[in-house]
T-cell receptor, first 114, second 112 residues
Framework: DAGVTQSPTHLIKTRGQHVTLRCSPI?????VSWYQQVLGQGPQFIFQ???????GRGNFPDRFSARQFPNYSSELNVNALLLGDSALYLC?????????????FGQGTRLTVV | AQTVTQSQPEMSVQEAETVTLSCTYD???????LFWYKQPPSRQMILVIR??????QNATENRFSVNFQKAAKSFSLKISDSQLGDAAMYFC?????????FGQGTRLTINP
């Protein structure tokens, strides 16, 4: 079975541009979460979607948005990119929430803003 | 606020030796889970071990075990018979309100 897949793996954007990151969860998983991991730090929670509804949002500006599609795949969108948005963006899927079930992570998208 | 603290930014150990990574957390909950994740250079987070707070017995997965001290809110990871493939960043994580709260991580180096 395929694991969590994220695309693209690497991305270079210019300040002020917009970016869309994509995530396909493990088959059968209905929950997708997004995390931002700045170099040298632990991942920070951005969004969680379950059954296409937003269930949680971290302390990120409105420039960050996401959605989940009927097939449970998800997109993370970031507008008006800043240099500080350079990070590894991780997607995690789980069968339900993350309280007691394992979250499976993709390999991430490395975003560089120049 | 729930926080997770890993006080060791870096650790190193000789191959085949034992190493312990520390983690403390803050919560007002009485029933919860705790996780240790491994992040190798490939960047993919992999679950190493999980502990249920209501279980007094420490979790064990092959060479990996935890020392869970609920009253002290401490959750350390012990790696026995360290192998070169254990080299990675290790993150302690606490699930809260449908999100994982991660510590800052510990970079583990294995010396051959």
């Amino acid at each position: 079975d395929a694991g969590v897949t994220q695309s693209p793996t690497h991305l270079i954007k210019t300040r002020g541009q917009h970016v869309t990151l994509r995530c396909s969860p493990i088959s059968g998983h209905k929950s997708v979460s997004w995390y931002q991991q700045v170099l040298g730090q632990g991942p920070q929670f951005i969004f969680q979607y379950y059954e296409k509804e937003e269930r949680g949002r971290g302390n990120f500006p409105d420039r960050f948005s996401a959605r989940q599609f009927p097939n449970y795949s998800s997109e993370l969108n970031v507008n008006a990119l800043l240099l500080g948005d350079s990070a590894l963006y991780l997607c995690a899927s789980s069968s339900q929430g993350v309280q007691d079930t394992e979250a499976f992570f993709g390999q991430g998208t490395r975003l560089t803003v120049v | 606020a729930q926080t997770v603290t890993q006080s060791q930014p870096e650790m190193s150990v000789q191959e085949a030796e034992t190493v312990t990574l520390s983690c403390t957390y803050d919560t007002s909950e009485s029933d919860y889970y705790l996780f240790w994740y491994k992040q190798p250079p490939s960047r993919q987070m992999i679950l190493v071990i999980r502990q249920e707070a209501y279980k007094q017995q420490n979790a064990t997965e092959n060479r990996f075990s935890v020392n869970f001290q609920k009253a002290a809110k401490s959750f350390s990871l012990k790696i026995s018979d360290s192998q070169l493939g254990d080299a990675a960043m290790y993150f302690c994580a606490y699930p809260r309100a449908q999100k994982l709260v991660f510590g800052q991580g510990t970079r583990l180096t294995i010396n051959p």
